[in-house]
């Protein structure tokens, strides 16, 4: 289950409506581009030696690709899944590594490798029988031309790029046309900020707090409780606080809390004066975080936010409190530990130390790729043979098949045997005792 907010009151909801709602969402994008004038124009007048697009239920736009005969590079912004690895026949062995929507980390006991393979099961089959058909209809609807079945065209990709970096998560295994390009939107310069801004920054050595509960999540939507709480702890702490708030007026503000409807994020990180980041554990903003090395106290909502923050939380510069529970002490004791304790800004900083340290940026090893893929044609050679393969083909339950149809014929032919020796064995005693008599 995860947490989702609605007019300032929690709502759970399921891992299957999740996935209902993914599929209503990707077709509604899907639909909406294949629909929209300008596309329309596109396909009608325009060649392309190159496609890219995020393939976060989006699959039916992997037609594009036939349809303009151009190689198709796709795009995740959170690292990969089930149908992202499919794309490429990733290998994803569930024995160590977690599922997003667990809070599990590369070392799992008996247990949770248990609830890691069924989680995997059940995003599979939700992905085929949930995700998948409304793709497929969209597919089928605008390129009924296409010689690809819809299955084809989700492997008729050259390359992912991948929005991960092992030392954000841990190493796993990727084939040669999956990509790590974690950090790629953040800039090793960082945009100027606008000039209050940078005077309130400069002139504030003695920290900034910055807030913000990302896009999905507005802080204007938080319950009344929660508000009042969080208002009160910035009025006692007396830290100068920079809130993402998505309404003009806040009542009740204090006088050292800045609220503003949106800020720039990477820029307000890499400030020196920001000691802290209060967020809700997307893995954009973890990486910015990471990048910028600040500290955060997590607050996560959804999705694989939940495991964001455990991460965060297990490599020692994060502390994750639960917004549903969430009271002044818990906040406020939360805060002054994560600003008073060094071990949580020493933990981030040699993070950042590791993450940064790479041979190209994120954005120069993207622009290489893409580049490669160009110029070869595709890069058809990068392509592993398992993109070519059935599902059955590729896990070779054809092939377990087989086999344990070899096994059970040689045990039923053993059987047989022993039963036919046996009757021969007691036939001859029986004989035998007749003789006697």
């Given at each position: 289950?995860?947490?989702?907010?609605?007019?300032?009151?929690?709502?759970?909801?399921?891992?299957?409506?999740?996935?209902?709602?993914?599929?209503?969402?990707?077709?509604?994008?899907?639909?909406?581009?294949?629909?929209?004038?300008?596309?329309?124009?596109?396909?009608?007048?325009?060649?392309?030696?190159?496609?890219?697009?995020?393939?976060?239920?989006?699959?039916?736009?992997?037609?594009?690709?036939?349809?303009?005969?151009?190689?198709?590079?796709?795009?995740?912004?959170?690292?990969?899944?089930?149908?992202?690895?499919?794309?490429?026949?990733?290998?994803?062995?569930?024995?160590?590594?977690?599922?997003?929507?667990?809070?599990?980390?590369?070392?799992?006991?008996?247990?949770?490798?248990?609830?890691?393979?069924?989680?995997?099961?059940?995003?599979?089959?939700?992905?085929?029988?949930?995700?998948?058909?409304?793709?497929e209809k969209v597919y089928r609807k605008y390129f009924h031309n296409a010689?690809?079945?819809?299955?084809?065209?989700?492997?008729?990709?050259?390359?992912?790029?991948?929005?991960?970096?092992?030392?954000?998560?841990?190493?796993?295994?990727?084939?040669?046309?999956?990509?790590?390009?974690?950090?790629?939107?953040?800039?090793?310069?960082?945009?100027?900020?606008?000039?209050?801004?940078?005077?309130?920054?400069?002139?504030?050595?003695?920290?900034?707090?910055?807030?913000?509960?990302?896009?999905?999540?507005?802080?204007?939507?938080?319950?009344?409780?929660?508000?009042?709480?969080?208002?009160?702890?910035?009025?006692?702490?007396?830290?100068?606080?920079?809130?993402?708030?998505?309404?003009?007026?806040?009542?009740?503000?204090?006088?050292?809390?800045?609220?503003?409807?949106?800020?720039?994020?990477?820029?307000?990180?890499?400030?020196?004066?920001?000691?802290?980041?209060?967020?809700?554990?997307?893995?954009?903003?973890?990486?910015?975080?990471?990048?910028?090395?600040?500290?955060?106290?997590?607050?996560?909502?959804?999705?694989?936010?939940?495991?964001?923050?455990?991460?965060?939380?297990?490599?020692?510069?994060?502390?994750?409190?639960?917004?549903?529970?969430?009271?002044?002490?818990?906040?406020?004791?939360?805060?002054?530990?994560?600003?008073?304790?060094?071990?949580?800004?020493?933990?981030?900083?040699?993070?950042?130390?590791?993450?940064?340290?790479?041979?190209?940026?994120?954005?120069?090893?993207?622009?290489?790729?893409?580049?490669?893929?160009?110029?070869?044609?595709?890069?058809?050679?990068?392509?592993?043979?398992?993109?070519?393969?059935?599902?059955?083909?590729?896990?070779?339950?054809?092939?377990?098949?087989?086999?344990?149809?070899?096994?059970?014929?040689?045990?039923?032919?053993?059987?047989?045997?022993?039963?036919?020796?046996?009757?021969?064995?007691?036939?001859?005693?029986?004989?035998?005792?007749?003789?006697?008599?």
């Amino acid at each position: 289950m995860v947490t989702e907010l609605a007019a300032g009151e929690g709502a759970e909801k399921s891992f299957f409506e999740e996935f209902i709602e993914l599929n209503t969402l990707g077709v509604t994008v899907s639909t909406n581009v294949m629909e929209n004038v300008e596309v329309k124009k596109l396909m009608k007048n325009e060649k392309f030696d190159l496609i890219i697009i995020e393939v976060l239920g989006t699959e039916s736009l992997l037609g594009l690709g036939e349809y303009f005969q151009a190689p198709m590079i796709g795009v995740s912004t959170f690292g990969t899944i089930g149908f992202i690895d499919y794309l490429t026949a990733n290998p994803s062995p569930a024995s160590y590594i977690p599922h997003m929507s667990l809070e599990y980390d590369s070392h799992m006991s008996l247990w949770q490798r248990t609830v890691n393979v069924l989680a995997n099961v059940v995003d599979d089959l939700c992905t085929n029988f949930l995700l998948m058909p409304g793709q497929e209809k969209v597919y089928r609807k605008y390129f009924h031309n296409a010689k690809l079945s819809f299955d084809e065209a989700r492997r008729n990709v050259s390359l992912v790029l991948l929005n991960d970096h092992f030392s954000l998560r841990a190493p796993r295994p990727y084939v040669p046309n999956m990509i790590e390009v974690g950090g790629l939107h953040i800039k090793q310069k960082p945009d100027p900020l606008e000039e209050d801004l940078q005077k309130f920054l400069d002139n504030s050595p003695e920290g900034v707090i910055y807030f913000s509960m990302g896009s999905n999540v507005k802080s204007k939507d938080l319950p009344p409780q929660t508000l009042k709480d969080i208002l009160s702890t910035f009025a006692e702490l007396k830290i100068k606080v920079l809130w993402k708030f998505e309404l003009e007026e806040l009542p009740n503000k204090p006088a050292n809390v800045v609220i503003r409807k949106w800020f720039n994020q990477p820029s307000i990180l890499a400030h020196p004066n920001v000691k802290l980041f209060i967020s809700h554990g997307g893995y954009l903003s973890t990486t910015e975080t990471i990048f910028h090395g600040k500290p955060i106290l997590g607050v996560p909502v959804m999705g694989d936010q939940f495991m964001n923050v455990k991460n965060s939380v297990k490599a020692g510069f994060a502390l994750r409190l639960d917004l549903r529970s969430l009271t002044k002490e818990k906040f406020k004791q939360n805060i002054q530990e994560l600003w008073t304790n060094p071990t949580y800004s020493n933990a981030v900083k040699k993070l950042s130390k590791r993450f940064r340290d790479q041979p190209l940026t994120p954005m120069e090893t993207a622009i290489f790729w893409v580049e490669y893929v160009l110029r070869h044609d595709g890069a058809s050679h990068i392509r592993n043979a398992g993109q070519d393969l059935s599902f059955w083909q590729y896990h070779n339950i054809d092939v377990y098949v087989i086999l344990s149809s070899f096994v059970v014929v040689v045990f039923v032919l053993m059987a047989v045997f022993i039963s036919f020796v046996k009757k021969i064995i007691c036939g001859s005693s029986k004989k035998s005792k007749i003789k006697k008599t």
